[in-house]
Structure formats: structure tokens, C-alpha cells
């Protein structure tokens, strides 16, 4: 019997009830939408192109890198590379944030070249200086920084990552020919102090980032005998004719901070 007009027209709106349901089924799940902010950690200072961790992370956990704003010398507090320049490529329809900032706040370059060029006696005080700053200073600028993110991407998880250690003090002292009459050079002690630094900045920014109901990823143990003097490093020494990448991680010390990062995020933190 042929079927009536009427028992068609049936069949017809069942199949496009059905459909949506079909779609809705195989459809892909959503994205994240993931913007990368903060200094040259966060923008990939010392690794070839694609090589940053934002880039590294994009992908994983259906994390989709929207906008990687990250610049390198950005600082927490006012400059003219502060990071207030980044915040537009925050709003809110942004899922994930990662940030590494704070140590272009204190003069830590200058400080661990300074420990290079000169005696250990000048770079022990160098360091407790730096180690004052850390603890007085630091802590009210990245108060007023993190705010500012948390206001402009309201919505958002955020994580912080802490900084490596730029030294494997196991390895022996660390020297950088410059000269055949100049050798740089970075004793054991030395190394210790400034690692010892690096635990304090990272221990502040770890305290911050709570208070603000930020997660924050550290690194450290995964740079554990990786350092700029270690057999196998994962960060530069010092590069006299690349001075911006110095004591910045390569492309395997990039990859550490992606795979702190995705073992650090939990998806059901994420809004989906």
C-alpha cells in the first residue's frame, strides 16, 4: 500500500526531530579558548619559532591557543613593557590564561651577570639584595597585576608558572671564555645562592597566585640537572651575540614547562 500524504509527513518530522540528536551526538567536543601572557619565559626568549610553551601546549586537553600576547622584558608593574599591554587579548569568553611574570621586576639578569663577571663576595650581596626586593616589593606588584588580570578575563582558570633554576651546582663551576684574557666565571657557591633566589621568587609568586585563586605550576624539579652548566641542558649560558636569550630554556626546557603545565591543568577546571 502506498503510503498517505499524511504518514509521510510523520516520517518526515520524526527524521528532523532525530537529526539535531544525531548531530549533537557526533559533533566534536568544544575548545578551550587559551590566551598566553607574560614575559620572555612566556614568549619563547632562546627556542626556535613554535617552540614557546603556550605553542607547545596548544592542542592538548582540546586547548586552543587564541591569542599568545606574551612579550619578551614584560614586567607586573608599570613600564613601558608592563604588562597592562597585554590584557586586551583577555575577555571574557576566555577559558585559560597562563602567565609567567615578575622576574624582569627585579633586577635578576643584571644580578646573575653580574655574579658572573665579578667575585663571589660581590655576588652573595648582589643576591641578598635581590632576595630583599623579592620579599618586600614584589608580593604588592604582583598583587595589583593579578587583579588586573582576573578583571579582564573574569571567566577564565589562570595559571602561573614559576622560573627554572639556571644552574646544576653538581656539575661544577660554570665558565664563559670571553677573552683569552677574561674568562667569565660562576662558582658552585654562587650557583647555589642564585638558585637559592630563584626557590624565594618562585615561593612569593606561588603565594600570590594563591591568595588570587590562581593555580600555579612549578618547574623547578623538572630542570634538575639541566642547568646552563649541567651535560645535557635545557637553558642557554650566557650569549654574548644573543644577549636576549641567555639563561632562557631551549626547545627541551620549553617542553618541560608544556608538560608541567598539561599535567598542572585539569580539564574540569576548564569551561566548556
Avoid at 590566551?35 to 612566556?42: C, F, L, R, V
Avoid at 622584558?73 to 587579548?89: E, Y
Avoid at 573574569?154 to 646544576?168: D, E, M
Wanted: hydrophobic fraction near 45%.
Amino acid at each position: 500500500m502506498k503510503p498517505s500524504r499524511r504518514t509521510m509527513t510523520s516520517l518526515a518530522a520524526a527524521v528532523a526531530l532525530l537529526l539535531p540528536l544525531t548531530a549533537s551526538a557526533t559533533a566534536a567536543p568544544p575548545s578551550f579558548t587559551y590566551d598566553a601572557i607574560g614575559d620572555s619565559y612566556a614568549a619563547g626568549s632562546g627556542a626556535p619559532d613554535g617552540a614557546a610553551y603556550p605553542e607547545v601546549l596548544n592542542g592538548r586537553m582540546r586547548i586552543s591557543l587564541d591569542d599568545f600576547a606574551a612579550l619578551p622584558g614584560a614586567t607586573a608593574g608599570p613600564s613601558d613593557k608592563g604588562l597592562s599591554s597585554q590584557l586586551g587579548a583577555l575577555d571574557e569568553d576566555t577559558d585559560l590564561v597562563t602567565l609567567t611574570i615578575g622576574g624582569n621586576d627585579i633586577p635578576w639578569g643584571a644580578t646573575v651577570t653580574q655574579c658572573l663577571a665579578l667575585d663571589d663576595a660581590i655576588c652573595f650581596g648582589a643576591i641578598a639584595e635581590v632576595e630583599a626586593q623579592i620579599q618586600n616589593q614584589l608580593p604588592a606588584i604582583l598583587d595589583s597585576a593579578y587583579a588586573d588580570v582576573t578583571n579582564a578575563a573574569p571567566s577564565a582558570h589562570i595559571v602561573v608558572t614559576g622560573y627554572a633554576h639556571l644552574f646544576s651546582p653538581r656539575s661544577g663551576d660554570y665558565t664563559v671564555p670571553l677573552t683569552p684574557e677574561f674568562t667569565m666565571r660562576m662558582s658552585v657557591a654562587e650557583q647555589q645562592a642564585a638558585n637559592d633566589a630563584a626557590d624565594l621568587l618562585n615561593q612569593v609568586i606561588a603565594e600570590r597566585a594563591a591568595a588570587h585563586g590562581f593555580d600555579f605550576v612549578d618547574i623547578t624539579k623538572r630542570f634538575d640537572g639541566h642547568g646552563a652548566n649541567a651535560k645535557q641542558p635545557w637553558i642557554h649560558g650566557f650569549l654574548p651575540a644573543a644577549l636576549g636569550d641567555s639563561f632562557h630554556p631551549d626547545a627541551r626546557g620549553y617542553r618541560a614547562y608544556a608538560t608541567a603545565l598539561t599535567a598542572g591543568i585539569s580539564p574540569k577546571d576548564l569551561r566548556g
